[in-house]
Structure formats: C-alpha cells, structure tokens
C-alpha cells in the first residue's frame, strides 16, 4: 500500500508522505476488514517499519532527481534477466528501490523500542516482546550470546534491532559509552610503543589481482583465488543446481511443492553463501587492521569507479566478490580510530598510467600490461606498485597543500 502510494507521488511529482501520515492511514487499515493478521504484530513494529521505508523511499527519490553523469535507470543484468523470463520491467524495479523484505525469503529484521534489553557478560534478554509475561517464558527467556563479554553491561541501549539471515537471529544495539572499546585501546598502546618511529604515509592501491597493493613493498591477496573458496565455491554451484532441479520435479502447473528435501537443500546453500561472506570479510577485516597497525602517518586511496570497471562482464563478478568499497570503508573508520588521515584521490588521477620516476603518462594502458614500460626514460616496473607509489606522492602531496 504504501510502495504504491509513494510511487504515485513520485511519478506525479507530488512531495513524498511523511512517515506521520502514513501511520494514521497504516491504523485505519488496520482496523478495516480483512486486515486482522496486521494486529498481530505490536505497534511498535509497524511503527518502526514505516519510518524506516520512509527514509528508504526518501533516499530513492533523492538519488532518482539527481541524476548523476553515467546513471542508468534499470541495471543491464535486470533487463537481460527479464527478458529472458518474459516480464516487463516496471518501476518498482528502478536502480535504488527500496528492496522488498519477504519472511518467506528468511532475510528480515524488525525493531521494537519500547523492548527492555537486559545484558549480561554471556546472556541477553528481551522483555514484553511476547506480550504477557507467562507466554513469554517459553520462548523468550535469558537467550544465550555466542559471544562472551562483548556488549557492555549496564549501559544504554539504544536503536536495537532483531535480524534473522535465514540461518541465525542477530541482536544488534547502539550504545554510549565513554570508556574505549578493545580497538582503539590496542591500537593506541601499539602507537605509544612506537611513538619515536612513526613510519611514513602509505599509499594503497585495490585490484582485482591483488586485493590491494601498498607502497611499503607489501600486498594483501586476493582470498577469491584460495583453495578453501574455490572449493566452497564448487560446492554451492552443485547446491545451486540441485536445488533448481528438485524445483522442477516439484513444479505442479504455476506453483511450487517444498518438499523437505529441498527445504534442506535450501538451508545448506544458504550456509555455504553465508559461509563464504565471513570468510572474505575476515580476510579483509584482517588486512584492514594489519595496515591501520602500522601506523602510517596518512592512508591514500583512490577513488574507485566501481560502475565504469562493472561495465566489463568479465570483471563484474570479481569486483563484486573482491569487496573494494568495503575495504575502503574499514580503512576510513579503523583510520579514525587511530586518527590517521585518510586521503582519497581524485577520480581522474591517473594513479597507475603515470611513471612514479619521470611523470610521463601512459595514456593508452592495457588492463593486461602488468608491467610498465616508460617510453620516455625506460623505467620498469610493476604496475600495480606504481600505482601505490604515485598514491603515495599523491596524499605527501595533498597534505602539504592543507597544511600551508
Ligand atoms: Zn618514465
């Protein structure tokens, strides 16, 4: 109800609802007949739901009036899929809508904020998230954390959220706290060791070959080309396919029977995908760290043109799987921890087409010329590392300039 409603303002050029109007109306409908299954959940729920689309929808229509050089309205991948399938896209389906959450999908999450949350160093607890006291002292009672001592006792907690992946529940809150976290203290003792030689900036260069490559001679691999990914790789496209033939054998006319073979199925590929998300989000949350410990005195990154190098069909999936903007985004909040700098070059700067040596740039390089040649003054050198040296110079650069 509400998508429709706001898509027709949208097109009709009309001001988005604010989330205050749509409650009321959201409370009419519920007491309307037919409805009843929505009294099913609290209030607050639905009150929480609605806002958070509002900002969702808030944020869409933001992105669609902007329209920045190099916007496409439907991703090429959309439009491949739905012309294979015989559906016509609609606007629902334009880059950026809010997504739609299905509890039969197994990805959802809500919020509650009249819910007491009770923290102790192994337990959690949620209160009146049943209703009376006696139903929920089945279900909901003190629910055991799989890890210790991670969320501070006694504090306040604020924003929290209840997610399930299909696989496990997640509990997440916000606090406030002024005591410092295990990070910053770690990282903090590790600079006062280290105070008299603080090491210079490093510049970081992301790839697909390499995850990243960093001035100081040292690189962080791609964990896409590991033994253990390959294998689970392997794995979830034979799931993949059984999964999808046991749906055939299963098809009645337009409809589909979940036997609880395929229900199984179905969990297993699931765990593999989950599986191979930690896996190369520890990768880089390990490399993140390890470069942050160092203590340079500034990061320099580039700025990555994800859509131009998406483009490429080829390289759209190793993109994806390399997780370049979530490498740099732990590099920017792990740096503000520790209060190093963090420079991110232009976009235009031609970070691995210059000769670090004389500065003549190479305008027609090849994405397969690993090694650069430089016709001026005959410097060789591998072009992944000149591009971390010119990042390098390029943040030296850019901090002289801010300083003076
Ligand atoms: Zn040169």
Same mark, same amino acid.
């Given at each position: 109800?509400?998508?429709?409603?706001?898509?027709?303002?949208?097109?009709?050029?009309?001001?988005?609802?604010?989330?205050?109007?749509?409650?009321?109306?959201?409370?009419?409908?519920?007491?309307?007949?037919?409805?009843?299954?929505?009294?099913?959940?609290?209030?607050?729920?639905?009150?929480?739901?609605?806002?958070?689309?509002?900002?969702?929808?808030?944020?869409?229509?933001?992105?669609?009036?902007?329209?920045?050089?190099?916007?496409?309205?439907?991703?090429?991948?959309?439009?491949?899929?739905?012309?294979?399938?015989?559906?016509?896209?609609?606007?629902?389906?334009?880059?950026?809508?809010?997504?739609?959450?299905?509890?039969?999908?197994?990805?959802?999450?809500?919020?509650?904020?009249? !819910?007491? %949350? $009770?923290? &102790?160093?192994?337990?959690?607890? #949620?209160?009146? *998230?049943?209703?009376?006291?006696? @139903?929920? +002292? =089945?279900?909901?009672?003190?629910?055991?954390?799989?890890?210790?001592?991670?969320?501070?006792?006694?504090?306040?907690?604020?924003?929290?959220?209840?997610?399930?992946?299909?696989?496990?529940?997640?509990?997440? !809150?916000? %606090? $406030?706290? &002024?005591?410092?976290?295990?990070? #910053?203290?770690? *990282?903090?003792?590790?600079?006062? @060791?280290? +105070? =008299?030689?603080?090491?210079?900036?490093?510049?970081?260069?992301?790839?697909?070959?390499?995850?990243?490559?960093?001035?100081?001679?040292?690189?962080?691999?791609?964990?896409?080309?590991?033994?253990?990914?390959?294998?689970?790789?392997?794995?979830?496209?034979?799931?993949?396919?059984?999964?999808?033939?046991?749906?055939?054998?299963? @098809?009645?006319?337009?409809?589909?029977?979940?036997?609880?073979?395929?229900?199984?199925?179905?969990?297993?590929?699931?765990?593999?995908?989950?599986?191979?998300?930690?896996?190369?989000?520890?990768?880089?949350?390990?490399?993140?760290?390890?470069?942050?410990?160092?203590?340079?005195?500034?990061?320099?990154?580039?700025?990555?043109?994800?859509?131009?190098?998406?483009?490429?069909?080829?390289?759209?999936?190793?993109?994806?799987?390399?997780?370049?903007?979530?490498?740099?985004?732990?590099?920017?909040?792990?740096?503000?921890?520790?209060?190093?700098?963090?420079?991110?070059?232009?976009?235009?700067?031609?970070?691995?087409?210059?000769?670090?040596?004389?500065?003549?740039?190479?305008?027609?390089?090849?994405?397969?010329?690993?090694?650069?040649?430089?016709?001026?003054?005959?410097?060789?050198?591998?072009?992944?590392?000149?591009?971390?040296?010119?990042?390098?110079?390029?943040?030296?650069?850019?901090?002289?300039?801010?300083?003076?």
């Amino acid at each position: 109800m509400i998508k429709f409603k706001q898509m027709d303002n949208f097109r009709e050029g009309h001001k988005i609802q604010t989330d205050n109007d749509l409650r009321k109306e959201f409370t009419i409908l519920r007491h309307s007949e037919g409805n009843e299954w929505l009294q099913d959940v609290s209030n607050n729920v639905t009150k929480q739901a609605i806002k958070d689309l509002c900002i969702a929808y808030k944020n869409f229509f933001r992105k669609q009036n902007q329209k920045q050089p190099g916007y496409i309205k439907y991703a090429s991948k959309k439009i491949a899929h739905y012309n294979r399938i015989g559906k016509s896209l609609t606007v629902y389906d334009m880059n950026g809508h809010p997504k739609f959450r299905s509890k039969k999908n197994g990805d959802f999450r809500f919020y509650q904020d009249n !819910v007491k %949350i $009770q923290f &102790t160093e192994t337990h959690a607890k #949620l209160e009146s *998230l049943a209703g009376s006291r006696r @139903k929920n +002292r =089945q279900r909901l009672n003190w629910i055991r954390l799989a890890e210790r001592n991670r969320i501070p006792v006694r504090a306040k907690y604020m924003n929290p959220r209840i997610a399930f992946d299909g696989e496990r529940w997640w509990l997440s !809150v916000g %606090i $406030q706290t &002024t005591r410092h976290l295990k990070p #910053l203290r770690r *990282l903090s003792f590790a600079c006062k @060791k280290r +105070r =008299q030689a603080r090491s210079e900036g490093i510049g970081i260069d992301l790839g697909i070959k390499d995850l990243a490559v960093i001035s100081d001679t040292t690189k962080v691999g791609n964990i896409n080309k590991t033994r253990a990914i390959r294998i689970l790789k392997k794995k979830r496209r034979r799931l993949q396919r059984q999964v999808s033939r046991k749906y055939q054998m299963n @098809k009645k006319g337009d409809s589909y029977c979940k036997t609880s073979n395929l229900i199984k199925s179905e969990k297993r590929l699931l765990r593999i995908n989950h599986r191979l998300t930690n896996i190369r989000q520890n990768h880089i949350h390990q490399a993140t760290t390890a470069i942050i410990k160092r203590k340079p005195s500034f990061v320099c990154l580039e700025a990555l043109n994800v859509r131009g190098m998406m483009k490429n069909r080829y390289l759209s999936e190793k993109i994806q799987e390399q997780n370049l903007y979530e490498f740099r985004r732990q590099i920017e909040y792990k740096a503000r921890w520790a209060k190093i700098p963090v420079v991110i070059a232009d976009r235009w700067y031609p970070s691995s087409k210059t000769c670090v040596i004389c500065g003549h740039v190479k305008k027609d390089l090849n994405l397969s010329e690993r090694t650069y040649v430089c016709p001026v003054c005959g410097n060789v050198i591998d072009r992944d590392f000149q591009a971390a040296l010119n990042l390098k110079y390029y943040g030296e650069a850019e901090r002289m300039n801010s300083a003076s």
